[in-house]
């Protein structure tokens, strides 16, 4: 399992578990996020995660990535996920990271 905070991926069964929830992804969307944990706090540049999810035909997919973050980020905030964030850099890429939460006591 990949686990950052609420956030899990089991990368054998290609699922992901907000709170232990299932949250249903597509193929893509599943690939995009995977890729992103396993590089948790990383910037991944949009071209390393274009090749990465749709390999060699990376000019025809710009739009389509952001489409994806998009459709991912609204998913986990819909599971409630509430401690990791997927970021746009600009002008650098996307992170997936853990917030700081500050404790209300």
């Keep these: 399992l990949i686990e950052i905070g609420d956030l899990k991926l089991d990368p054998v069964k290609r699922k992901v ?6 949250v249903r992804m597509t193929a893509k969307e599943y690939a995009i996020l995977e890729y992103l944990a396993t590089n948790q706090g990383m910037i991944i ?6 090749q990465h ?6 000019a025809l997919f710009s739009n389509s990535l ?3 973050i998009y459709v991912i980020r609204r998913k986990l ?6 401690d990791v964030e997927l ?3 600009v002008n650098q890429g996307y992170c997936l990271r853990i917030l700081e939460i500050e404790d209300p006591s």
Excluded: P, Y
């Excluded at 578990?17 to 299932?22: P, S, T, Y």
């Excluded at 905030?77 to 509430?82: D, N, Q, R, T, V």
């Design 17 to 22: 578990f907000v709170c232990d929830r299932l």
């Design 87 to 89: 970021t746009n850099i």
């Design 66 to 68: 952001r489409t994806h």
């Design 53 to 58: 999810t749709w390999g060699d035909e990376e």
């Design 45 to 50: 540049n949009q071209g390393e995660l274009i």
């Design 77 to 82: 905030k819909e599971a409630g996920l509430k």
